[in-house]
Structure formats: structure tokens, C-alpha cells
């Protein structure tokens, strides 16, 4: 389904007719490079800016107001400014999505990067062309992507989690790990056997006890409550 062209961005910045901007921040000149060759593949996809530190990255985010920050966090051997960065965009430009790409898997970091806001991540050495791409435009639409072996390690934090009162059920509790690995609506329903309404609705009970209004907040809410 093609994503509609942004009206709140001004005609005057680069790409503005493009369905997925995206800013690319990685202090690598060479992956950033790669990232923008493989992205721009794709025919409405454009990448507006770069940026190798976490100062021009804020820049190129207020100037150019893209789809999705591609970036990783690690812009100055700094994780900690990384993951504020994110908690900054989250709070300060909702509409720009962030996808983590990381050097590795990092439990700690992956659970607080979502925690701040971000909503997908990707480990470079283990990450395809195609998955990629398909990781950014599901970000932008505002699913989870995750990479091979990250939802593994959302789903064991989740059922790691103490009990609560406000438990969710075992069906309920199936889906949001599904959401977790970055699954559709229709994945999951093909995946448990059951329809897409039964999956938007045990979704909906899911988000009602976690008091979460979109997919990626039931993601993080659930590894942080532990109501499972």
C-alpha cells in the first residue's frame, strides 16, 4: 500500500514529493553511503540527509522533518546521547519514526531504545538489502522491525517479567510477542491460526492493560510492566 506524500513538510526541502524520506546518521561515511544506495532503489524512497554525529543529526531532523532516522546510536562512542537523541525526536518530532541500525545486539540498549521511542532495530552484519528496505517503510507506517534474533530477545524480556494483577491472557500474550518480532496483523493471524479481527482485537484488550496507543508503546510497555 503506498504511503501518502506528507503535507506538513515544506515544498522547499529536498524531496518533498517523496512518499519515504528518511535521514540516515551513522558516523561511518561508507555505510552511510551503502544505506542511501540501497534505500534510494526504491522507487519513492529518498534519503534527504546525513549526518555523522548526534549535533547534525538533530539538525538534519529539524530541517529536513523525515519519515524515518535510520541511526546508529553509537554516533560518538556515546550510547547514552544516542538513546536521548531518540527520546528527543520520540517527544519533539512524532512523525519521524527511528530505526536502530547497530554494530551488535545489545539487550540493554535494544529494550531502552524502545523504551525511548524507537521502533525498530537492525543489526548491520546480519541485515539484508531487502530487509532493509522493507524494515524502513514498516517503521514509517508505524509497525516494529526487528532483525533476525532481536525479536527473539524482546519476547524472552517480556516472559521474563513479574507477574501483574492486570495480567494479559496466554492469547494475548502470543499476539504481542508476534508484534514484538515485527509481525503484520495478517502474519500473526497466519501464524496463530485465528482471523485479523480476532488479532486487532486481542491487540486492542492487549493495549487497553498496558495503556498503550500504538503497536510500538505496546512493544516497550510490555517488556517494562510485565504484565504477561
Not at 22 to 39: E, F, H, K, P
Not at 65 to 93: K, N, Q, S, W, Y
Not at 157 to 168: A, I, N
Amino acid at each position: 500500500m503506498d504511503t501518502p506524500t506528507r503535507t506538513d513538510v515544506a515544498r522547499g526541502r529536498r524531496a518533498p514529493q517523496a512518499r519515504t524520506r528518511v535521514v540516515v546518521a551513522d558516523r561511518n561515511a561508507i555505510t552511510r553511503a551503502g544505506i542511501r544506495a540501497i534505500l534510494e532503489r526504491s522507487p519513492g524512497t529518498a534519503v534527504v540527509g546525513e549526518a555523522a554525529t548526534y549535533d547534525l543529526a538533530t539538525q538534519a531532523i529539524e530541517e529536513h522533518g523525515p519519515d524515518v532516522l535510520v541511526i546508529d546510536l553509537d554516533l560518538g562512542d556515546d550510547t547514552t546521547r544516542g538513546l536521548a537523541l531518540c527520546e528527543d525526536v520520540h517527544e519533539r518530532f512524532p512523525d519521524t519514526h527511528i530505526l536502530i541500525i547497530a554494530s551488535t545486539l545489545s539487550e540493554m540498549v535494544l529494550i531502552e531504545a524502545l523504551r525511548r521511542g524507537a521502533i525498530g532495530y537492525l543489526v548491520k552484519d546480519q541485515v539484508t538489502a531487502d530487509e532493509l528496505t522493507k524494515s524502513v517503510r514498516a517503521v514509517q507506517e508505524g509497525e516494529t522491525a526487528f532483525g533476525r534474533g532481536v525479536g527473539a530477545v524482546v519476547a524472552k524480556t517480556l516472559g521474563s517479567s513479574k507477574p501483574s494483577d492486570d495480567k494479559l491472557t496466554e492469547r494475548e500474550t502470543n499476539v504481542v510477542q508476534l508484534v514484538a518480532q515485527g509481525l503484520s496483523n495478517q502474519q500473526i493471524a497466519h501464524e496463530l491460526f485465528i482471523s485479523v479481527s480476532t488479532v486487532k482485537f486481542h491487540i486492542h484488550n492487549a493495549s487497553r492493560k498496558l495503556h498503550a496507543l500504538r503497536r510500538a508503546e505496546l512493544v516497550h510497555h510490555a517488556t517494562l510492566a510485565g504484565l504477561i
